[in-house]
């Protein structure tokens, strides 16, 4: 089984060209995935809180930016690196991590106990991350309310967001799953 180089190279020219054509990110586009970029908020590889020319980072609330900054100069104390993995996001990427999920889970209402909506996502408004890997992650949980840093959702061990009061009262208690957010009944 051999694919024909020719055809692949039919492929890459058509995915150029659909990344090219698609302002926005568009995912009008029948069967094919538009590529994600930095400028919609794709975090790179290896991203920090310190990147702050990648706009997942740039364009973060300054607030929470500077928390996590806090917290990865303490981590790094431990010997962990905190990556972003996810910061800010295009609401352009966030339908479409959205549209992914429905893909996977089957159901809008399924799909809405992972990934929000544009509308929704704290990630949109720049008010939230997802960090890794594992063992910083859990770092920040245990010792992330110095910084007010506080995990939100107890099925998302990775999302982070900032409560200025968990300096002094601790962080509040986790829901279960998005679908329990009052924020995600919009
Ligand atoms: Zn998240």
């Not at 408004?125 to 890794?132: H, I, L, M, N, P």
């Not at 910083?136 to 010792?143: E, G, Q, S």
Request: hydrophobic share 40%.
């Amino acid at each position: 089984m051999r694919h024909p180089p020719s055809s692949l190279a039919v492929l890459v020219v058509v995915m150029l060209g659909a990344a090219a054509c698609a302002p926005g990110g568009s995912a009008a586009t029948p069967g094919i995935r538009p590529v994600s970029t930095a400028e919609q908020g794709e975090a790179p590889d290896g991203t920090t809180a310190f990147d702050d020319s990648v706009p997942a980072v740039a364009r973060l609330d300054p607030a929470l930016r500077e928390a996590l900054q806090a917290a990865s100069t303490r981590a790094a104390e431990d010997g962990l690196t905190l990556r972003i993995n996810s910061g800010w996001r295009s609401p352009e990427y966030q339908e479409r991590l959205l549209q992914d999920a429905v893909a996977k889970y089957g159901s809008r209402e399924e799909a809405a106990r992972w990934v929000a909506t544009p509308e929704t996502s704290a990630h949109v408004s720049g008010d939230a991350v997802d960090v890794g890997p594992w063992d910083a992650a859990y770092w920040l949980d245990r010792y992330g309310d110095a910084f007010g840093l506080c995990r939100i959702y107890v099925n998302e061990p990775w999302h982070f967001e900032l409560r200025p009061e968990a300096v002094t009262d601790g962080c509040p208690q986790q829901y279960l799953d998005p679908t329990e957010d009052p924020r995600m009944q919009g």
